[in-house]
T-cell receptor, first 112, second 119 residues
């Protein structure tokens, strides 16, 4: 079983619609959680951190459920520019350093 | 552009050849990570440096792989006797425990990657 699992999609989303997707993680000792965005053939870039209380950044809302070990991302009023792969990332903090474990990514295609 | 550079951006090599990639992190970032990403997958951790010390290596890093960060600045990743299964994007990321300017502490900033194709 992978440490971080995501639905690979693609999620085909009409422009202006709302889309939401989850990821699950297996390591209960994981301490920090993130969503990264990766455009085709580009490097991953941090989209937002995910906090237990839930957090919002503009049209993006992230939620963390530690009891069920899943993270969610919701995108409201989707734009064409939101088309990308969204990577769920879990961080484990060790004495030697912080280790990021990535999910396989969820592909989102926003269409006019 | 995150400030992390990688060279070359693309490399095509024949099976059995050795290849070396270079990563230049954001200056004064003391931590440097190497990842490998294949098509349709997320990046997988390979190894990690704090300054010049290599502190962790993934089981993915076979004996054919070696990484160095001799002066605690740039890093190299060498693959010996390449195999077709080594074809992937090799990503480098850097971070620091201290924030500097626009760079947030502990956030990993990725370079553009080196795309390796083994024929």
């Amino acid at each position: 079983r992978k440490e971080v699992e995501q639905d690979p999609g693609p999620f085909n989303v009409p422009e202006g619609a709302t889309v939401a997707f989850n990821c699950t993680y297996s390591n209960s000792a994981s301490q920090s959680f993130f969503w990264y965005r990766q455009d085709c053939r580009k490097e991953p870039k941090l989209l937002m951190s995910v906090y237990s209380s839930g957090n919002e950044d503009g049209r993006f809302t992230a939620q963390l459920n530690r009891a069920s070990q899943y993270i969610s991302l919701l995108i409201r009023d989707s734009k064409l520019s939101d088309s990308a792969t969204y990577l769920c990332v879990v961080e484990t903090i060790k004495a030697a350093g912080n280790k990021l474990t990535f999910g396989g990514g969820t592909r989102v295609l926003v269409k006019p | 552009d995150t400030g992390v550079s990688q060279d070359p951006r693309h490399k095509i090599t024949k099976r059995g050849q050795n290849v070396t990639f270079r990563c230049d992190p954001i200056s004064e970032h003391n931590r440097l990570y190497w990842y490998r990403q294949t098509l349709g997958q997320g990046p997988e951790f390979l190894t990690y440096f704090q300054n010049e010390a290599q502190l962790e290596k993934s089981r993915l890093l076979s004996d054919r792989f070696s990484a160095e960060r001799p002066k605690g600045s740039f890093s190299t990743l060498e693959i010996q006797r390449t195999e077709q299964g080594d074809s992937a994007m090799y990503l480098c990321a850097s971070t620091s425990s201290l924030g500097q300017g626009l760079f947030r502490p502990y956030e990993q900033y990725f370079g553009p990657g080196t795309r390796l194709t083994v024929t």
